[in-house]
């Protein structure tokens, strides 16, 4: 029917703008992590529920998890992996 054939099925969860720029923030920090009461609170929330970031129990922070640098690289990045 039509001869168009799908390449490849989407199984990851839509980052909305917001959360990869939030996503893309945690790279650039690094270390220090990015604090608690910032505008992008609401995408670090949401990237820690998808876990793409975690929240450090020591100070609160939020840093990239090993998921959320793939999620990076694949999609800001466009590296493939």
Same mark, same amino acid.
């Given at each position: 029917? +039509?001869?168009?054939?799908? #390449?490849? /099925?989407?199984?990851?969860?839509?980052?909305? /703008?917001?959360? !990869?720029?939030?996503?893309?923030?945690?790279?650039?920090? +690094?270390?220090?992590?990015?604090? @608690?009461?910032? #505008?992008? +609170?609401?995408?670090?929330?949401?990237? !820690?529920?998808? +876990?793409?970031?975690?929240?450090?129990? =020591? =100070?609160? !922070?939020? $840093? *990239? /998890?090993? @998921?959320? $640098?793939? !999620?990076?690289?694949? @999609? *800001?990045?466009? #590296?493939?992996?």
């Amino acid at each position: 029917v +039509g001869g168009l054939a799908l #390449k490849a /099925t989407w199984h990851e969860p839509y980052l909305e /703008t917001c959360c !990869r720029s939030a996503l893309h923030r945690l790279t650039l920090v +690094g270390g220090p992590g990015r604090p @608690e009461g910032l #505008k992008d +609170g609401p995408c670090l929330e949401r990237l !820690r529920a998808m +876990g793409l970031a975690r929240r450090r129990p =020591d =100070d609160g !922070r939020f $840093e *990239i /998890t090993a @998921e959320g $640098e793939a !999620r990076h690289a694949r @999609e *800001i990045l466009k #590296k493939a992996g």
